[in-house]
């Protein structure tokens, strides 16, 4: 059971979590409402943005580069530190210009992070505890969500939205929860001595696949079945903080529940039940004209989406313990080749047919479930895939 107050590896990895989201939902939450009501975006605009917020995430190999100058716990905080400042200045000024240069900056920092979050909990967790520990991360994630989402659904009942005041407010206290832990916690030795070199192994080619599905299909959710709401049925701002800080909830219940499933019955079995879940999904989301099947999906959507853990627990047993770190930064990029591309390309195509942004989902969702076939029931360094005879990794070159 984590001490709050111990300052150990799992305490940090849950602090970070903590500071990261409180950041980054306040930023998601509102950017929709703050774009469309003081920006004037329209589709257009806001997949433009989103694929410049997506581009320090296709650059996150160079996170290995830069790990040989920094160690990468330092690496973390000084990213938590950027991600404050960006998340900060996001309301300075109601334009494009400024939304765009904003995002880059919360961007970097949200992504490199994400990056070394990844990697570090690969590497402090033992493969035993991985699957549990994760989803407590990401439980602690939920609920910090959900007493952000309160203290904002609270302030907008009662008051007109200022957006400035409460994204200096998120980005500030990010801050804050940085320097905290630059100068509380130690810096814990790395067990296992990590590759500072990029490269890429033909034995994780299917790791590398399910990376680069779940970054395609991921932007179809993050940048559209939100706008779904806003554009097609006018959800007002505090309605999507409610609807946010409902996932929240429910995320917190389900997230440990996740982690234990993926020990009980494998990653293979997670994945193809996220899957055939997605698919029903967006395909529903392609034809939906209810307001209340809207906010269903939407949830629904977000509960799938957290079984997706099951990639990670699946690298960590196939993976020579020295590729965390730069197997972490290269799946990054790996993760956000289509990130880049899709939201702004399927921004011009929401303007001819919402449908068929959503229908690509479930097309991408199909692919996924295929691919996911092919994690074997036990993987390990011999065996991470189901095709051809188990053989042992060769070392990295």
């Known amino acids: 059971m984590l001490k709050p107050l111990e300052h150990s590896r799992q305490s940090l990895l849950f602090l970070l979590i903590i500071a990261n989201t409180i950041a980054f939902v306040t930023w998601r939450v509102m950017l929709n409402n703050f774009a469309v009501e003081e920006a004037a975006f329209t589709g257009e605009e806001i997949g433009i943005l989103q694929s410049l917020r997506e581009v320090p995430g296709f650059l996150a190999f160079t996170a290995v580069l830069i790990l040989v100058f920094v160690r990468q716990q330092t690496f973390a905080i000084l990213a938590l530190l950027t991600l404050g400042i960006g998340t900060a200045i996001t309301a300075f000024y109601p334009s494009a210009l400024w939304l765009y240069f904003a995002t880059v900056i ?94 890429l192994r033909k034995e994780y080619w299917l790791y590398y696949v399910l990376t680069f599905l779940a970054g395609a299909r991921r932007q179809i959710f993050t940048v559209f079945a939100g706008f779904l709401l806003v554009e097609k049925f006018a959800f007002p701002v505090e309605d999507v903080v409610l609807l946010t800080l409902v996932n929240a909830a429910l995320t917190y ?124 029931d036990k993987p390990s360094h011999q065996q991470s895939t189901r095709l051809g005879p188990k053989i042992p990794l060769q070392p990295a070159e």
């Open 106 to 199: 919360m961007s970097i920092g949200f992504h490199y992070l994400e990056t070394l979050h990844s990697s570090l909990s690969l590497q402090w967790l033992s493969k035993d505890e991985a699957p549990a520990v994760l989803g407590k991360l990401l439980g602690a994630k939920a609920i910090t969500q959900f007493v952000v989402l309160c203290l904002l659904y609270a302030y907008l009942y009662f008051f007109v939205a200022n957006y400035l005041m409460l994204y200096l407010l998120a980005g500030g206290i990010t801050v804050l929860i940085g320097l905290y832990c630059w100068r509380a916690y130690p810096h814990f030795e790395d067990h296992v001595i990590q590759r500072k070199e990029l490269f």
């Open 253 to 376: 219940w389900l997230a440990p529940k996740i982690g234990a499933l993926i020990s009980f019955i494998g990653e293979r079995r997670t994945l193809t039940l996220e899957y055939v879940g997605l698919i029903i999904i967006f395909i529903s989301y392609a034809f939906v004209d209810s307001i209340a099947v809207a906010i269903a999906l939407y949830l629904l959507d977000h509960l799938f989406f957290a079984m997706a853990i099951a990639i990670k627990t699946y690298f960590q047993k196939i993976a020579d313990p020295g590729d965390i770190a730069a197997t972490s930064s290269i799946s990054f990029t790996i993760n956000h080749i289509a990130a880049v591309v899709l939201p702004a390309l399927l921004g011009f195509i929401w303007l001819i047919s919402p449908a068929a942004v959503f229908l690509t989902g479930a097309a991408i969702a199909a692919t996924s479930l295929l691919c996911s076939q092919l994690i074997p």
